[in-house]
């Protein structure tokens, strides 16, 4: 199999932003790490100048009743820079709805300690990989 472009998946934060990317073929979500605002242009412009990236999936915030909260608008900001730094890039929103929650499950469930857990990005990075996870499992089933 020939591989593909990867997907990014960001879990967007006023102080850290948790980046995940796929594999070439699609199967997999690895965490990258968290960045600031200026880190993840960076990582992202390397990314674009390798050719390297099919698809961009930012974690859209709404409450349990999908209606706007306080990171909405935040995320709205940073999706309209993100595309006009990144023209060339698909940005597509993905509802977070939980992630966070699940990454903190899944962390507990890997056997990390509670002060590895607790580590700062560690959650945002494996929140990504749980927008991420999601993503590519709709992906395998409808394709």
Not at 67 to 92: C, H, W, Y
Not at 132 to 141: H, I, Q, S
Request: with cysteine; charged share 25%.
């Amino acid at each position: 199999m020939t591989p593909q472009k990867r997907v990014l998946a960001i879990d967007y934060g006023t102080k850290r932003i948790g980046l995940a990317q796929s594999d070439p073929l699609w199967l997999f979500a690895q965490p990258v790490g968290t960045f600031d605002r200026a880190g993840l242009s960076e990582f992202l412009a390397t990314m674009v100048k390798q050719d390297d990236v099919a698809l961009v999936l930012v974690g859209y915030p709404l409450s349990d009743r999908d209606e706007s909260n306080a990171m909405t608008g935040v995320v709205d900001r940073f999706l309209e820079e993100l595309r006009a730094e990144f023209p060339q890039l698909s940005i597509k929103t993905v509802d977070e709805h939980h992630s966070s929650r699940s990454a903190h499950q899944i962390l507990v469930a890997s056997g990390k300690s509670r002060k590895e857990r607790q580590q700062k990005g560690r959650l945002d990075s494996a929140s990504a990989c749980v927008l991420l996870t999601e993503y590519l499992e709709r992906c395998d089933r409808n394709g």
